[in-house]
């Protein structure tokens, strides 16, 4: 189907491959979500793949926010919630009471739509989640802040002013340090959300450039509006629609041969 | 269309205008709602300073009369006095005339003539009491005879008339003291009795007391013998003195010694000291009261003034004399020295014709005038300190008008100790008025700042933690439905009139607290350590029971335990007071550990003025935390910090300089509350920062006296002082307050 607008040379590097081939990281099974009496989720079946970049696609409000959020527990912060299914990092439910929320949060780290770095230096806000894990030994930490920044392709630009506050940066670059930040305490999963929807082009793109890199070493979870990006940088995507899932499947099949017809209707921009 | 459109576009302009408008006035009425309140500052300020200038103006003096002494032919006066509106002066002269006369131009008024024969003279004239005007002249026959000036006011349409008299007390006779003239002599009197002191011509000092007698028939008063002795002396008198009641004698020798004398038994005058009282080489040139008869001024010829009393002595004498402080006049040498009525100022002459002013207590050395050609021979001080009279050798009279209306305050006096006569040591203290009409007020600021801090401490001490962890359990754990419920009730709290919280405090705490001590001790313990326990036991608690409540109402449950152990504690008091320290735990404290107890102390007004600022730091301080921006805690959060972690790591310290700064309204306005220490604190003025002891603040002061002082009186500027410390005190911890959160709004400003 040549109806789409996305041009099949965006996916030249991107082997294809089927779902089943794939190491599961994260399994949704019939999950479903309310805000209090408003339901927001329903009946998510979904299987994100080990090490891949898995794009969440859909119109505003229909939900991709909320279930990033269940996939570390944000929404625990939140009054009133009621989830029911069945949410699995690597086969095993998060939601049950045993989990310690804050090791998960270790292993899924979370990139939010703004960029919000403390009001601290730019090494404390790396270190920060090392300190949180009781790590002192100085030489470690600074290691691991300087892998962390090299890593979010930050270093370049803010390895001789370490001590600087971080609001002094602009916010492309607090946005890659806030990522430096997640990927500091070595995640297995980075969930973003948005991540690039207030930057300017060219911080958009160097983003997109450290995705592309940090997938081989974390599974990504991105929630994009824009559809180049969901195009460029995911191996997989997910399209949503006022809370359900409708479509599921390797990035370049979606866009490409969508299986729904509102898929190809959002991705073609008919709405949305 | 065309047309459609214009119409439009003159819409849109007009609307524009209109907003304009609307914009324009608005920000005139901001500015000037702005301009207003500082303004409103600033006068209170400049009102503030004006009425305490005045207590540190320098005080002027100027001459306004100098004529030659009337009635010049019977040489110099041996007395000179004013009256106490100062028109009218006198001066008694050698050969017993006592002549009134004109103060502005030395005109006579009238000339009495003492009952003296022509062949007498009078060799000599005392003040024996400036307050009943009682003077005593000692005769060339012998003998001393006592006189009072008084006057008769007319009043006609349009002037006041003052007409001058002569009167004797004790009759007109005079007082016998054996055959030979006195020389020198000193006299004390008081309501009922009088006694004399003095030297006669063989060299002798005797001592003789009266009793003041009324005949049945007339109104007149006899002095009645009651006994006499002599004393022995070594060295030759230059001065004596007797205190007003009769039972101090000072004798001033020419070696510089001054001797004290107990005379409470005149028959056997008991030596109780010998004391130097000069600089080593210099030579004493006289002795006079300071008003109150408690200190002795003693001038020398090295023109030094220095003020003595007696206090209590460690040795088997019971009291030694001491030097409190000294002046010094003019190198020439102290010629002759005379001290207020009223107050305790001191003019002292030196030789050199030059007259200084002083005041004692508050150690100002008020102004020095080079006044007369010749020796000060006479110095006359008008009863209200107004007028100032000099005599000088050449027989000239000066009159000098003085504006000197706050001499007893000053720095030193304000801030530092002062050595009152009547006690130990030198100290802070505040009493601005007494029973006793020769009373000298005592204005140091210190005690009162003290209070001030004390009680804003304790009630810190009370409300900073349970505010501040409040704040912290309602914005960052509460549940939003819970907190709804917090936040608006703790506030409502401020709304509680003051006045109910001291009148709670002083009438139902104190004395409830007074009664069960030993519980309140109790709870202060053991409530801490029962919420930590209880938080341990929750820890423990099975899940099943945990469940049953809804997460973020822990806190709710945590009344419980806090109930239980306070009425424990409660019930145990009388039970734990009675086994341990015998009954009265009042008592056993100031017994066994030296802790005095005031019912109205310090920790009622923690607890009461505590509850009165708890809602203002809460409320600052949670909304500090409040809003510390969601996305920094989640982001906290998402990195696997703990919610302790980052409340820890990211809220607090993002949210201290709005802690910091409700903790700085909070203490202003601990320092700045009247009513709650008004009436819970017992305004005692002490200097004790012990928890049991009372204190006197700032605030409660000016409440407290403002309306019994008499407006301009030095009282009244020192109470405005007071205010205006206090009015510094709240300013300084508010502006800081408000520093701190401009600076914490420009700090967020960017995120
Ligand atoms: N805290 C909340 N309380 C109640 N309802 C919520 C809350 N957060 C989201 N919702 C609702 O859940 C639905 C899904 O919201 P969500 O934020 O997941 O959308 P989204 O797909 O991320 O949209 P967008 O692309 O605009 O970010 C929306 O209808 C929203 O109104
Ligand atoms: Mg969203």
Known sequence: ????????????????????????????????????????????????????????????????????????????????????????????????????????????????????????????????????????????????????????????????????????????????????????????????????SALDPISTLKIEELIAELKSQYTVVIVTHNMQQAARVSDYTAFLYLGKLIEFGPTNVLFTAPGERQTEDYITGRYG | MDKANSTIETQAKVNWRWRKIKDELMMRVVQVGGAAVIGAIALIFIFLLSVVYPLFEEPEIHESARYQLPSTALGPSLMLGVEEQAEIAFRVTKDGSVLFFD??????????????????????????????????????????????????????????????????????????????????????????????????????????????????????????????????SSHEPVALLVDPEQEWAYVLNDRGTLALYDIRDIASPDLQEVIDVTNQSSKPTG???????????????????????????????????????????????????????LRKGVVAAAESGKVNFFYTTSERDLMTIAATEGEVQHIAIAPRSDILLLEDSLGQLSVWDMDNHHPESSLSGLWGKVWYEDYQKPDYIWQSSSASSDFEPKYSLIPLTFGTIKAAFYAMLFAMP?????????????????????????????????????????LWLAPYIEQHLPGVVFVLIFVPLGIILSALIWWRLPFEIKSKIPEGWEAAILALPIITIVMLCMSASTAV??????????????????????????????????????????????????????????????????????????????????????????????VGETMIVLMATGNTPVMDFGIFEGMRTLSANVAVELPESEVDSTHYRILFLAAFVLFMFTFFFNTIAEIVRQRLRRKYATL
């Open chain 1, 1 to 196: 189907m040549a109806t789409t607008s996305i041009s099949s040379d965006l996916f030249e590097n991107q082997a294809s491959r089927s779902i089943d081939q794939e190491d599961i990281c994260i399994t949704c099974e019939d999950f479903s979500l309310s805000y209090g009496t408003k339901q927001a989720l329903f009946d998510i079946n979904l299987k994100i793949p080990t090490n891949r970049a898995t794009a969440f696609i859909g119109p505003s409000g229909c939900g991709k926010s909320t279930l990033l959020r269940c996939m570390n527990r944000m929404n625990d912060l939140i009054d009133g919630i009621n989830i029911s299914g069945q949410m699995k990092l690597h086969g095993k439910d998060i939601n049950t009471r045993d989990v310690n929320v804050t090791e998960l949060r270790q292993q899924v780290g979370m990139v939010f739509q703004k960029p919000n770095p403390f009001p601290k230096s730019i090494f404390e806000n790396v270190a920060y989640g090392l300190r949180l894990q009781g790590i002192t030994n100085k030489t470690e930490i600074e290691d691991r802040v300087e892998w962390s920044l090299v890593n979010s392709a930050l270093w370049g630009e803010v390895g001789d002013r370490l001590q600087d506050n971080a609001f002094s940066l602009s916010g492309g670059q607090q946005q890659r340090l806030v990522i430096a930040r997640a990927i500091a305490v070595r995640p297995q999963v980075l969930l973003l959300d948005e991540p690039a």
């Open chain 2, 103 to 232: 103060v502005s131009n030395g005109q006579s008024v009238i000339n009495y003539k003492l009952p003296i024969s022509d062949d007498d003279a009078v060799l000599g004239v005392r003040n024996v009491s400036e307050a009943s005007r009682l003077l005593a002249a000692n005769l060339k026959s012998g003998g001393l005879l006592f006189f009072k000036h008084e006057y008769d006011l007319e009043f006609t349409e349009t002037e006041r008339i003052i007409h001058p008299k002569v009167v004797y007390p004790f009759g007109q006779e005079v007082v016998d003291l054996g055959e030979s003239a006195i020389m020198q002599f000193a006299v004390g009197e008081n309501e009922d009795n009088l006694t004399i002191f003095y030297q006669n011509e063989d060299g002798k000092l005797g001592l003789t007391g009266f009793e003041k007698v009324s005949s049945f028939i007339s109104e007149d008063v006899v002095l009645e013998e009651i006994d006499n002795s002599f004393l022995n």
């Open chain 2, 287 to 341: 002795i006079e009261w300071l008003i109150g008869g408690i200190s002795v001024l003693v001038g020398d010829d090295s023109g030094v003034v220095s003020q003595w009393f007696k206090i209590r002595a460690e040795g088997d004498v019971p009291y030694t004399l001491k030097k409190i402080r000294e002046f010094k006049v003019d190198s020439s040498g102290v010629n002759k020295m005379a001290s207020e009525q």
């Open chain 2, 466 to 506: 349970l505010a501040i962890c409040g704040a912290i359990f309602t914005a960052y754990f509460m549940r939003p439905k819970m907190r709804a419920l917090v936040k608006p009730s703790i506030e409502i709290m401020e709304a509680l009139p003051t006045v109910i919280l001291g009148f709670l405090a002083g």
């Open chain 2, 577 to 670: 007071e009675g086994a341990l320290f015998e009954g009265n735990i009042r008592i056993w404290m100031s017994e066994n550990l030296g802790v005095g107890f005031d019912q109205r102390n310090a920790l009622i007004i923690g607890i009461a003025m505590g509850f009165a600022v708890i809602p203002t730091i809460f409320s600052i301080a949670e909304d500090a935390i409040f809003s510390v921006p969601k996305h920094l805690t989640s982001g906290s959060l998402a990195l696997g910090a703990t919610p302790w972690q980052t409340l820890v790591r990211v809220v607090l310290p993002s949210a201290s300089p709005g802690i910091f700064s409700a903790v700085m309204i909070g203490f202003g306005r601990a």
